[in-house]
């Protein structure tokens, strides 16, 4: 199937301020996008979804933004703490609910 | 939140032995649970998809003899490496899917494969 991808996989943030994250998805077809956020030696666990007929949603602190016309999906941290830093995946489904994640963004906090 | 638990959480073992790997879902029934597999600073990628009471379904590049997958409950699914490599040596996370589509992911099983 078609892959996610990712823009770059580091970001360095100052603590307190935002990070963006982002994603590039090939898919058109794809109707579910989620991320993850998995830490050394863990599993991954869910921050944020959105459906492929919104364009915005937000959480506590954290926001994703949906864009079909150029694939791209992002994820906004806000107020970006020590405990924040991780490796951050998109991911997208299918009809058959079968996850394909992106490459990964290193996100490294600096205090 | 819903609970999924995998054992053991780390395994070495020796190569050409075997090694089981179980995934529970704790609060909840899933007919459909998922193993993946991720190598060091890589993406998870699926190995296969357990469906509770039938044959597991395997991507393509995945060897269904050498990763043979149970599913005999809905609280239940089962990984076992045959015949382990090193090359086999890897991060194996599991998922049960809720709620569809949405899926709660177990810890993870650190194998090490001497």
């Known amino acids: 199937g078609e892959s996610v991808g990712l823009h770059l996989p580091t970001l360095s943030v100052q603590e307190g301020d935002n990070s963006i994250i982002n994603c590039a998805y090939s898919n058109s077809a794809s109707d579910y996008f989620i991320w993850y956020k998995q830490e050394s030696g863990k599993g991954p666990q869910f921050i944020i979804d959105?459906?492929?007929?919104?364009d915005k949603r937000q959480g506590q602190r954290v926001t994703v933004l949906l864009n079909k016309t150029v694939k791209h999906l992002s994820l906004q941290i806000a107020a970006t703490q020590p405990g924040d830093s991780a490796v951050y995946f998109c991911a997208e489904t299918f009809n058959d609910y079968k996850l394909s994640f992106g490459a990964g963004t290193t996100v490294t906090v600096r205090a | 939140g819903a609970v999924v638990s995998q054992h053991p959480s780390r395994v070495i073992c020796k190569s050409g032995t075997s090694v089981k790997i179980e995934c529970r879902s704790l609060?909840?029934?899933?007919?459909?649970m998922f193993w993946y597999r991720q190598f060091p600073k890589q993406s998870l990628m699926l190995m296969a998809t357990?469906?509770?009471?039938?044959?597991?379904?395997?991507e393509q590049g995945v060897e269904k003899d050498k990763f043979l997958i149970n599913h005999a409950s809905l609280t239940l699914s089962t990984l076992t490496v045959t015949s382990a490599h090193p090359e086999d040596s890897s991060f194996y996370i599991c998922?049960?899917?809720?709620?569809?589509?949405?899926?709660?992911f177990g810890p993870g099983t650190r194998l090490t494969v001497l």
């Open positions: 357990s469906n509770e009471g039938s044959k597991a379904t395997y």
């Open positions: 959105i459906r492929s007929n919104m």
């Open positions: 609060d909840f029934q899933a007919t459909t």
């Open positions: 998922s049960a899917l809720g709620g569809p589509p949405e899926q709660f």
